[in-house]
T-cell receptor, first 116, second 111 residues
Framework: DGGITQSPKYLFRKEGQNVTLSCEQNLNHDAMYWYRQDPGQGLRLIYYSQIVNDFQKGDIAEGYSVSREKKESFPLTVTSAQKNPTAFYLC???????????????FGPGTRLLVL | KQEVTQIPAALSVPEGENLVLNCSFTDSAIYNLQWFRQDPGKGLTSLLLIQSSQREQTSGRLNASLDKSSGRSTLYIAASQPGDSATYLCAVMGSWGKLQFGAGTQVVVTP
């Protein structure tokens, strides 16, 4: 079964704590992305990675960190510097067509992060 | 900076009616435009992808049009069913695979 998995489904963070959200894909995609979704808003890009050992900041990277040590994995750490972390976090991946353009993104089921 | 707007924010129709969802964007320099469906508390499912060189794309009861020059796309869903109830998100792809999303249209189809 090919796809993207995210864990956990729900995550609770205490004040001052770092937490890590997992994202794994077995689609053999080079590119992976992390988005944040707040109620009534569209998705906003946090970080993205085009290739292993390389990643770029998106529109709202402050308070977050990522790593891309393996092609299939792109974990997101929400640090204590992120003052308003409560949101729905979505991971996605995509491949490039023969012209180098990114094709459609496939999304995981999401992780809901709540602050205690 | 690219801005993507979806109107209306919410829509309720009786079963069998056709749905028309609108998406507008400010910068016409896009690689493609995508429509996604999101069920409550779930991830996104890709519905249609229209390349910048295309005018429309069809899949079953779904048809999406793209007018780059006016910065608009429309998603048509024919003969709506209660199972079509979801939030529909439009996204435009700019430089290197980065998607810019609209806030979505929440659709309710009543039996």
């Amino acid at each position: 079964d090919g796809g993207i998995t995210q864990s956990p489904k729900y995550l609770f963070r205490k004040e001052g704590q770092n937490v890590t959200l997992s994202c794994e894909q077995n689609l053999n995609h080079d590119a992976m992305y992390w988005y944040r979704q707040d109620p009534g808003q569209g998705l906003r890009l946090i970080y993205y990675s085009q290739i292993v050992n390389d990643f770029q900041k998106g529109d709202i990277a402050e308070g977050y960190s990522v790593s891309r040590e393996k092609k299939e994995s792109f974990p997101l750490t929400v640090t204590s510097a992120q003052k308003n972390p409560t949101a729905f976090y979505l991971c996605a991946s995509s491949s490039a067509d023969s012209g180098g353009n990114q094709e459609t993104q496939y999304f995981g089921p999401g992780t809901r992060l709540l602050v205690l | 900076k690219q801005e993507v707007t979806q109107i209306p924010a919410a829509l309720s129709v009786p079963e069998g009616e056709n749905l028309v969802l609108n998406c507008s964007f400010t910068d016409s320099a896009i690689y493609n435009l995508q429509w996604f469906r999101q069920d409550p508390g779930k991830g996104l499912t890709s519905l249609l992808l229209i390349q910048s060189s295309q005018r429309e794309q069809t899949s079953g009861r779904l048809n999406a049009s793209l007018d780059k020059s006016s910065g608009r796309s429309t998603l048509y869903i024919a003969a709506s069913q209660p199972g079509d109830s979801a939030t529909y998100l439009c996204a435009v792809m700019g430089s290197w695979g980065k998607l810019q999303f609209g806030a979505g249209t929440q659709v309710v189809v009543t039996p």
